[in-house]
């Protein structure tokens, strides 16, 4: 999975009590995930830090904050809004997902790691 965040106080709220279960449920079933994250996320992500080694974590610092994350798998291209009520778009498109993950790659080797 490839993940270009932003709004992740708002998917930890989201998911409430169940997060540490889903996070651990994606490292048991070994799905790989990237996460681009903004600057401001960088605490947040502290705690997760080792704690599931298919995950790794970068930041941007001009990544805006805001409400929607995208989130990018074999074959789709997920959009993510957390508002009231959370909202999931969905492209089903191996060439759309292959389009989209070559983007975020980029941003990838821009991002930091810390």
Do not use: C
Not at 40 to 52: A, F, P, V
Not at 67 to 77: A, D, E, K, P, T
Not at 89 to 94: A, C, G, I, L, T
Request: hydrophobic share 35%; net charge neutral; aromatic share 16%.
């Amino acid at each position: 999975e490839y993940i270009i965040g932003g709004a992740s106080e708002k998917f930890i709220t989201l998911m409430g009590d169940y997060l540490k279960e889903y996070l651990a449920e994606k490292n048991k079933k070994n799905i790989n995930v990237k996460y681009i994250g903004s600057a401001n996320e960088i605490d947040l992500y502290k705690e997760y830090s080792g704690l599931y080694g298919n995950q790794e974590y970068r930041f941007m610092e001009d990544l805006p904050s805001g409400v929607s994350h995208m989130l990018i798998r074999n074959g789709s291209v997920s959009f993510y809004s957390f508002l009231n009520p959370p909202l999931v778009y969905m492209v089903k498109s191996p060439v759309i997902a292959e389009n989209y993950k070559q983007f975020f790659m980029m941003l990838w080797k821009r991002a930091e790691s810390k």
